[in-house]
Protein backbone atom coordinates (compact mmCIF):
# COMPACT_ATOMS: atom_id res chain seq x y z
CA UNK A 1 0.00 0.00 0.00
CA UNK A 2 1.07 3.42 -0.51
CA UNK A 3 2.22 6.27 1.87
CA UNK A 4 -0.38 8.40 2.30
CA UNK A 5 1.80 11.50 3.17
CA UNK A 6 3.78 10.85 -0.13
CA UNK A 7 0.07 10.61 -2.09
CA UNK A 8 -0.68 14.02 -0.33
CA UNK A 9 3.03 15.40 -1.53
CA UNK A 10 1.65 14.89 -4.75
CA UNK A 11 -0.48 17.41 -4.52
CA UNK A 12 1.95 20.93 -4.16
CA UNK A 13 -0.50 22.80 -2.00
CA UNK A 14 -0.84 19.88 0.62
CA UNK A 15 2.90 18.83 0.55
CA UNK A 16 3.70 22.08 2.01
CA UNK A 17 1.30 21.61 4.90
CA UNK A 18 2.63 18.25 5.32
CA UNK A 19 6.36 19.86 5.41
CA UNK A 20 5.11 22.17 7.81
CA UNK A 21 3.10 20.55 10.40
CA UNK A 22 4.77 16.90 9.91
CA UNK A 23 3.32 13.57 9.73
CA UNK A 24 -0.68 14.01 11.28
CA UNK A 25 -1.80 10.38 11.70
CA UNK A 26 -5.12 8.80 12.05
CA UNK A 27 -5.15 6.75 14.80
CA UNK A 28 -8.05 5.16 16.67
CA UNK A 29 -9.42 7.23 19.47
CA UNK A 30 -8.41 5.43 22.90
CA UNK A 31 -11.78 5.87 24.64
CA UNK A 32 -14.26 5.58 21.47
CA UNK A 33 -17.50 6.39 23.54
CA UNK A 34 -15.20 9.62 24.93
CA UNK A 35 -14.75 10.85 21.56
CA UNK A 36 -18.48 10.83 20.24
CA UNK A 37 -19.32 12.51 23.15
CA UNK A 38 -16.26 15.05 22.49
CA UNK A 39 -17.92 14.81 18.46
CA UNK A 40 -21.10 16.18 20.20
CA UNK A 41 -19.86 18.98 21.70
CA UNK A 42 -17.89 20.22 19.16
CA UNK A 43 -21.29 20.25 17.26
CA UNK A 44 -21.99 24.04 15.81
CA UNK A 45 -18.82 25.47 18.20
CA UNK A 46 -16.08 27.23 18.08
CA UNK A 47 -13.23 25.09 18.82
CA UNK A 48 -12.23 26.97 22.00
CA UNK A 49 -16.17 27.21 23.11
CA UNK A 50 -16.12 23.46 22.85
CA UNK A 51 -12.75 22.51 24.18
CA UNK A 52 -14.06 24.62 27.57
CA UNK A 53 -17.46 22.38 27.59
CA UNK A 54 -15.45 19.01 27.31
CA UNK A 55 -12.81 20.45 29.58
CA UNK A 56 -15.76 21.07 32.45
CA UNK A 57 -17.55 18.09 31.18
CA UNK A 58 -14.60 15.65 31.63
CA UNK A 59 -13.43 16.90 35.20
CA UNK A 60 -16.26 16.94 36.66
CA UNK A 61 -18.11 13.81 35.24
CA UNK A 62 -17.37 10.19 34.43
CA UNK A 63 -17.57 9.95 30.46
CA UNK A 64 -18.86 6.84 30.26
CA UNK A 65 -22.38 5.30 29.56
CA UNK A 66 -23.16 4.72 32.95
CA UNK A 67 -21.57 8.15 34.28
CA UNK A 68 -23.76 10.59 32.02
CA UNK A 69 -26.99 8.87 32.49
CA UNK A 70 -26.47 9.12 36.04
CA UNK A 71 -25.49 12.41 35.42
CA UNK A 72 -28.09 15.30 37.29
CA UNK A 73 -29.63 17.08 33.44
CA UNK A 74 -28.93 20.48 35.54
CA UNK A 75 -25.41 19.93 36.64
CA UNK A 76 -24.97 18.98 32.62
CA UNK A 77 -26.32 21.90 31.23
CA UNK A 78 -23.71 23.98 34.41
CA UNK A 79 -20.90 22.77 32.49
CA UNK A 80 -21.88 24.37 29.27
CA UNK A 81 -23.93 21.60 27.78
CA UNK A 82 -27.49 22.93 26.17
CA UNK A 83 -30.48 21.04 26.34
CA UNK A 84 -30.23 19.94 23.42
CA UNK A 85 -26.83 18.24 23.70
CA UNK A 86 -27.94 17.09 26.99
CA UNK A 87 -30.04 14.93 25.69
CA UNK A 88 -27.98 13.89 22.61
CA UNK A 89 -25.15 12.81 24.93
CA UNK A 90 -27.83 10.85 26.69
CA UNK A 91 -29.09 9.37 23.30
CA UNK A 92 -25.56 7.86 22.77
CA UNK A 93 -25.01 6.87 26.25
CA UNK A 94 -27.98 4.80 26.05
CA UNK A 95 -27.31 3.25 22.31
CA UNK A 96 -24.10 2.18 24.31
CA UNK A 97 -25.42 1.40 27.46
CA UNK A 98 -27.93 -1.23 26.33
CA UNK A 99 -25.93 -2.86 24.15
CA UNK A 100 -27.53 -1.58 20.70
CA UNK A 101 -24.82 -0.12 19.93
CA UNK A 102 -20.85 -1.15 20.35
CA UNK A 103 -17.44 -0.64 18.87
CA UNK A 104 -16.32 -3.36 18.21
CA UNK A 105 -20.02 -4.36 16.02
CA UNK A 106 -19.20 -1.16 14.27
CA UNK A 107 -15.70 -1.72 13.48
CA UNK A 108 -17.01 -4.51 11.84
CA UNK A 109 -19.14 -2.18 9.20
CA UNK A 110 -17.90 -0.52 6.28
CA UNK A 111 -18.51 3.43 6.51
CA UNK A 112 -21.78 3.98 4.91
CA UNK A 113 -23.31 1.06 7.61
CA UNK A 114 -21.33 3.14 9.79
CA UNK A 115 -23.25 6.16 9.19
CA UNK A 116 -26.67 4.85 8.84
CA UNK A 117 -26.25 2.99 12.75
CA UNK A 118 -24.88 6.08 14.28
CA UNK A 119 -27.19 8.78 12.34
CA UNK A 120 -30.04 6.67 14.01
CA UNK A 121 -29.33 7.77 16.96
CA UNK A 122 -31.09 11.16 17.87
CA UNK A 123 -28.34 14.16 17.88
CA UNK A 124 -25.97 11.92 15.50
CA UNK A 125 -25.69 13.30 12.08
CA UNK A 126 -23.42 13.20 9.03
CA UNK A 127 -20.97 15.26 10.50
CA UNK A 128 -20.64 13.59 13.94
CA UNK A 129 -20.59 10.27 12.12
CA UNK A 130 -17.89 11.20 9.63
CA UNK A 131 -15.99 12.39 13.08
CA UNK A 132 -16.28 9.05 14.41
CA UNK A 133 -14.58 7.49 11.60
CA UNK A 134 -11.60 9.53 11.61
CA UNK A 135 -11.08 9.89 14.96
CA UNK A 136 -12.38 6.85 16.09
CA UNK A 137 -12.29 3.77 13.72
CA UNK A 138 -9.06 5.39 11.85
CA UNK A 139 -10.86 5.35 8.45
CA UNK A 140 -8.70 6.33 6.13
CA UNK A 141 -10.66 7.42 2.88
CA UNK A 142 -13.30 10.13 4.99
CA UNK A 143 -13.68 13.52 3.00
CA UNK A 144 -15.73 15.07 5.98
CA UNK A 145 -16.82 18.47 3.24
CA UNK A 146 -20.00 19.15 6.30
CA UNK A 147 -17.58 20.10 8.19
CA UNK A 148 -16.60 24.33 7.90
CA UNK A 149 -13.14 23.70 8.42
CA UNK A 150 -12.56 21.57 5.65
CA UNK A 151 -14.87 23.49 3.62
CA UNK A 152 -12.52 27.29 4.65
CA UNK A 153 -9.59 24.63 4.05
CA UNK A 154 -10.62 24.14 0.56
CA UNK A 155 -10.94 27.70 -0.29
CA UNK A 156 -7.56 28.81 1.50
CA UNK A 157 -5.97 26.23 -0.47
CA UNK A 158 -7.95 26.35 -4.04
CA UNK A 159 -10.02 29.10 -3.78
CA UNK A 160 -13.58 27.01 -4.07
CA UNK A 161 -16.83 29.04 -2.75
CA UNK A 162 -17.22 27.76 0.90
CA UNK A 163 -20.76 26.35 -0.67
CA UNK A 164 -19.03 24.66 -3.24
CA UNK A 165 -19.22 21.21 -1.93
CA UNK A 166 -19.90 18.90 -5.09
CA UNK A 167 -16.66 20.39 -6.71
CA UNK A 168 -14.47 20.11 -3.44
CA UNK A 169 -16.12 16.36 -3.35
CA UNK A 170 -14.84 15.80 -7.09
CA UNK A 171 -11.25 17.51 -5.96
CA UNK A 172 -10.64 15.20 -3.24
CA UNK A 173 -10.98 12.08 -4.98
CA UNK A 174 -7.59 13.13 -6.21
CA UNK A 175 -6.43 12.18 -2.38
CA UNK A 176 -8.39 8.92 -2.14
CA UNK A 177 -7.83 6.55 0.08
CA UNK A 178 -6.24 8.94 1.90
CA UNK A 179 -8.62 11.84 2.43
CA UNK A 180 -9.03 11.75 5.94
CA UNK A 181 -5.46 12.42 6.13
CA UNK A 182 -5.72 15.07 3.69
CA UNK A 183 -8.32 16.45 6.20
CA UNK A 184 -6.40 16.86 8.85
CA UNK A 185 -4.16 19.18 6.99
CA UNK A 186 -7.20 21.12 5.31
CA UNK A 187 -8.15 21.86 9.05
CA UNK A 188 -4.65 23.17 9.53
CA UNK A 189 -4.87 25.19 7.13
CA UNK A 190 -8.01 26.93 8.12
CA UNK A 191 -7.04 27.49 11.18
Known amino acids: MADPYETLRADPKLA ?37 IEERLFDR ?29 RNVAEAFDDGNLSVDALAEMNDDEVRAALTEIRGV ?32 LYGYDEDDRAAMREHAERWSPYRSYASRYLWRASE
Open 16 to 52: RLVDDHGELAVEPAADPFARLVVAICNQQLSQASAAA
Open 125 to 156: GPWTADMFLIFVLAREDVFPVGDLGIRKGMTV
Open 61 to 89: FEVTPEGLLAADEAALRDVGLSGQKVTYV
